[in-house]
């Protein structure tokens, strides 16, 4: 399964963006598809994720400001990031993890940057 994460940019503090990511193949609803991100200098860290037997997990830093979709018609997953933050300011990286097998995918990461 290829990933393709889109929506990045350059925002001002406040602003908001949408992360698209689209799979290449069908994608179970039971597979957990999620978004992570890296900032320069960091480890790679777990921003949203969400299946269709659990409620969305949300890293502490962004709960109320972020939101998780997905459409699993289409095989996507969004990320709606309002409120955005310098710190937010990373590479995003869209995630599957496939229900069965708990093998990952991981997609070319989408750079956000949040300017002061």
């Known amino acids: 399964v290829q990933l393709q994460a889109s929506g990045g940019g350059l925002v001002q503090s406040g602003g908001s963006l949408r992360l698209s990511c689209a799979g290449s193949?069908?994608?179970?609803?039971?597979?957990?598809m999620g978004w992570y991100r890296q900032a320069s200098g960091n480890q790679r860290e777990l921003v949203a994720t969400l299946s269709s037997i659990s409620t969305p997990n949300y890293a502490d830093s962004v709960k109320g400001r972020f939101t998780i979709s997905r459409d699993y018609v289409n095989d996507m997953v969004f990320l709606q990031m309002d409120s955005l933050k310098p710190e937010d300011t990373a590479v995003y990286y869209c995630r599957l993890e496939k229900w069965k097998t708990a093998r990952e995918y991981w997609g070319r990461g989408t750079l956000v940057t949040v300017s002061s």
């Open positions: 193949r069908t994608i179970s609803r039971l597979d957990t």
